[in-house]
């Protein structure tokens, strides 16, 4: 009978600490095999689009104050942990003094909210307090497909894209 309480117990406390969301941070100084606190941020855009798609419900990526991040790379942003009650949020921290984060995409889309294959309602996302830059032909700075739901933008800077906020029923971007 102890042994059984001892289990439960052991199970609920290592179960129950990977259910709270995390909250992960990004500096153009940091380096992305640190583990994504404020004393010790991952560097890249893409590794926060990869922990991004990952998040917990109400977890989120900040990015640096007065960072620089640049991206070539297409990503997907998709993820089914996130809702209307816990949202997800891709902001800024830091230095409130300093410039926004500044996102620059060379030819991608940097935020790309779509699942591949048939619809599935995804959504639950903020983002807030970034300037997006596109440069060589950047499409998009935002496209929004197959049924993403509940996103809210706030006070970004999107500048120098073919279109700066893409609502799609067809993909824009090849799947």
Sequence with gaps: MKST???????ILIFSSSAYATDYY???????????TQDLPMKSFEKAIDVFNKLLAGGSVNLCRGGVFETST?????????SADRICRFGDYGDT???KPLIIA???TPFNFQDS?????????LLERLSLLG????????????DVNDFVADDLHIENYG???????????PI
């Design 74 to 82: 297409q990503q997907r942003i998709a993820s089914w942990n996130c």
């Design 106 to 108: 060379d030819g991608v």
């Design 117 to 125: 294959g048939d619809a599935h309602a995804d959504g639950g996302y």
């Design 163 to 173: 279109i700066c906020f893409y609502l799609s029923p067809k993909p824009l971007l």
């Design 5 to 11: 309480k001892l289990f439960f117990i052991l199970f």
């Design 26 to 36: 990004f500096c153009d100084t940091g380096d992305d095999n640190n583990p994504g």
């Design 135 to 146: 440069k060589n032909n950047a499409s998009a700075g935002i496209v929004l497909f197959n």
């Design 97 to 99: 003094n300093k410039s």
